[in-house]
């Protein structure tokens, strides 16, 4: 899919309609606007439901302010208008109201961006902006006021949160980003305080896919290779849809044989991606005119090192990331499924998969085929792409259930007399 040569009105509707099926809006709530290179400026309508939007509902407005459309454009039309005429790089302006972002405009906080490398890179700094009347020259002038500064997400006090870039998708994975960290932090506080990484730290992410890969042009596609592309894009879809991945974060690969292998695209809409644009890896050969993830590296390495292990995932589970960065030990001996599916996850301080990533490789065995890089990612592996993807579901599935259960009570975990039960029965040992 190339969004960039969507008409406005159908980038519009095909990103209001993602915000509000992930459940980060309301019917009522919330409005997106690009302006083209005319001046023009398409807006979401005032009041119309947003989960059935369609093109003919967006509203266009001209530079005179002429409006053409069935509908009245949103009552935040202002502060849009001012932001476009603030900022000369921004084109795209996306508002609405997060739950997680929510909160944190009700407390008057700012989440923190650095427990994970990637919130610091996308979103850059957070602006807040004060309470005013909604569709208010005060609001609109409070919110310009931080993007002035060169913020392009502004916390709006006691209301939701503001995102603005050069095209809306880049809007969007500010947006989609910022919601993640405040998620993070949020269930992250009910198991402890959160680690937050330095300044040279978030530095150091960009030191991946540091890899030099030369490039060929595959001469033939087997049946095998083109069932694997569609299977893999069909779990990055789901991974996507149950919030196992965002937008552009979240890998999948899978072995093709001794020395090549399929793996998720750098930068890539996890959303839509399909078939082709998957990258595949021969030696040390890229396929020609893609980027493939920047843990390409690591990936080799694992399938370089470990003959028996034919798929990886690497995610950010948002549970489970919460044990990351608190340094929260976590056991998998909740139920006998958990246990079956991870046995002993390995931890790796931040920086291992990057620096130190033979030391990632080492601990991942039959009895720990998951193993998290603390305020990083989640590595899942396994014998095909079901069987890493399902250790990752059950992985996040774990955490989830681990954190609800401390808020209600005290955990009894499954005894090592019959953890030796489980694995006679399975023959895990």
């Known amino acids: 899919m190339n969004f960039d040569l969507m008409h406005p009105a159908e980038q519009i509707v095909l990103l209001i309609n993602r915000v509000y099926q992930k459940g ?3 019917t009522s709530g919330g409005n997106l606007s690009i302006m083209d290179s005319e001046g023009n400026i398409w807006i979401t309508p005032s009041g119309i439901d947003k989960g059935s939007l369609t093109p003919d509902d967006i509203c266009k407005v001209y530079p005179d302010g002429k ?3 069935k509908h009245k454009p949103s009552v935040e039309l202002p502060i849009h208008r001012l932001v476009y005429q603030t900022r000369a790089d921004v084109h795209a302006v996306l508002h609405a109201h997060p739950p997680a972002m929510v909160s944190y405009s009700l407390i008057r906080k700012v989440p923190s961006i650095n427990v994970i490398p990637t919130p610091k890179q996308v979103c850059g700094t957070v602006g807040t902006a004060g309470y005013e009347v909604p569709g208010s ?4 002038k409070g919110i310009v006021s931080e993007i002035a500064k060169g913020h392009d997400v502004v916390i709006m006090e006691n209301h939701g949160v503001i995102t603005c870039a050069g095209t809306l998708f880049e809007a969007f ?3 989609e ?8 932090s949020i269930k992250a506080h009910t198991l402890g305080e959160p680690f937050e990484l330095t300044d040279e730290q978030v530095a150091l992410n960009n030191k991946k896919g540091l890899v030099s890969l030369g490039e060929f042009i595959p001469q033939s596609h087997s049946a095998d290779e083109r069932k694997l592309r569609k299977e893999m894009c069909t779990l990055i879809h789901r991974a996507y849809d149950q919030g196992l991945f965002t937008s552009t974060q979240g890998t999948f690969s899978v072995r093709l044989n001794k020395d090549s292998f399929l793996i998720t695209p750098y930068n890539v809409d996890r959303k839509y991606i399909q078939p082709e644009d998957i990258v595949r890896v021969d030696f040390n050969w890229r396929e020609a005119g893609k980027t493939p993830s920047r843990s390409v590296g690591l990936h080799k390495l694992i399938y370089d090192e470990h003959p028996d292990i034919n798929a990886i995932t690497v995610a950010h589970p948002i549970h489970l990331m919460a044990f990351g960065v608190t340094k929260t030990p976590i056991d998998s ?10 046995r002993d996850i390995g931890i790796v301080p931040f920086g291992t998969s990057i620096l130190e990533p033979q030391k990632v490789s080492a601990i991942i065995s039959n009895s720990s085929p998951v193993v998290m890089v603390e305020n990083d990612c989640v590595i899942s592996t396994g014998s095909t792409l079901i069987n890493a993807f399902d250790r990752l579901e059950v992985a996040e599935f774990t955490a989830n259930t681990i954190i609800r259960a401390r808020q209600i009570g005290d955990i009894v ?6 953890v030796e039960a489980i694995n006679k029965a399975f023959n895990l040992k």
């Open 24 to 26: 980060l809006t309301t």
């Open 67 to 69: 409006v053409e459309g």
């Open 137 to 140: 020259q005060a609001l609109a």
């Open 173 to 175: 994975k500010k947006f």
């Open 177 to 184: 980003t910022i919601n993640f960290a405040a998620e993070l």
């Open 333 to 342: 001996r909740t139920i006998p499924e958990s246990y079956i599916a991870m």
């Open 413 to 418: 975990m499954i005894t090592e007399e019959e």
